[in-house]
T-cell receptor
Framework: QKEVEQNSGPLSVPEGAIASLNCTYS??????FFWYRQYSGKSPELIMS????GDKEDGRFTAQLNKASQYVSLLIRDSQPSDSATYLCAVNPTNRLAFGKGNQVVVIP | KAGVTQTPRYLIKTRGQQVTLSCSPISGHRSVSWYQQTPGQGLQFLFE???????NKGNFPGRFSGRQFSNSRSEMNVSTLELGDSALYLC????????????FGQGTRLTVV
């Protein structure tokens, strides 16, 4: 079982729509969860961190965490062409980050 | 506040050579971790240093090594380069306390020919 799984393929969303990304993790002891955005040819940029069950909102982004189900999600509201990127889910088991393979999001104008 | 600085940005090396990459963390950050990113494997953890001590190590061969200096700057070294070592090498720094947010540098793109 992979530590962090992001199974969805590329996601195409119309401009202004909601993009929904999901991630599951295997280590129940994990306490910190992150979403990074990575543009092609660039390094990952931290966009959300979440540490407790429930929702956390920051601008157009909402992260959701369910530790019982070992599930993290990211919602991007009012998607913009500038949101077109790969989104990486990351979990911090112990002094390191374990990453999923990422989901490519394409926002269509 | 300056971000994480990695040097050099690009490197081309020949098989069998060795390479040293450098990372300067955000001021005040004492934890530095290294990752390798390839299209096939994604982002994989190499090692993590805190106060000059390696606290965690990923599943990479011994050709990959690192160290951290007293000013928190870190270096990683890859010896006897192989074609498969071609990748984007990323350094991340994490601040003190319980906040475990990690911030990445621009990366070093290594090409082995």
């Amino acid at each position: 079982q992979k530590e962090v799984e992001q199974n969805s393929g590329p996601l195409s969303v119309p401009e202004g729509a909601i993009a929904s990304l999901n991630c599951t993790y295997s280590d129940r002891g994990s306490q910190s969860f992150f979403w990074y955005r990575q543009y092609s040819g660039k390094s990952p940029e931290l966009i959300m961190s979440i540490y407790s069950n429930g929702d956390k909102e920051d601008g157009r982004f909402t992260a959701q965490l369910n530790k019982a189900s070992q599930y993290v999600s990211l919602l991007i509201r009012d998607s913009q062409p500038s949101d077109s990127a790969t989104y990486l889910c990351a979990v911090n088991p112990t002094n390191r980050l374990a990453f999923g393979k990422g989901n490519q999001v394409v926002v269509i104008p | 506040k300056a971000g994480v600085t990695q040097t050099p940005r690009y490197l081309i090396k020949t098989r069998g050579q060795q390479v040293t990459l450098s990372c300067s963390p955000i001021s005040g950050h004492r934890s530095v971790s290294w990752y390798q990113q390839t299209p096939g494997q994604g982002l994989q953890f190499l090692f993590e240093y805190f106060s000059e001590t390696q606290r965690n190590k990923g599943n990479f061969p011994g050709r990959f090594s690192g160290r951290q200096f007293s000013n928190s700057r870190s270096e990683m070294n890859v010896s006897t380069l192989e074609l498969g070592d071609s990748a984007l090498y990323l350094c991340a720094s994490t601040g003190p306390g319980t906040n475990t947010e990690a911030f990445f540098g621009q990366g070093t793109r290594l090409t082995v020919v």
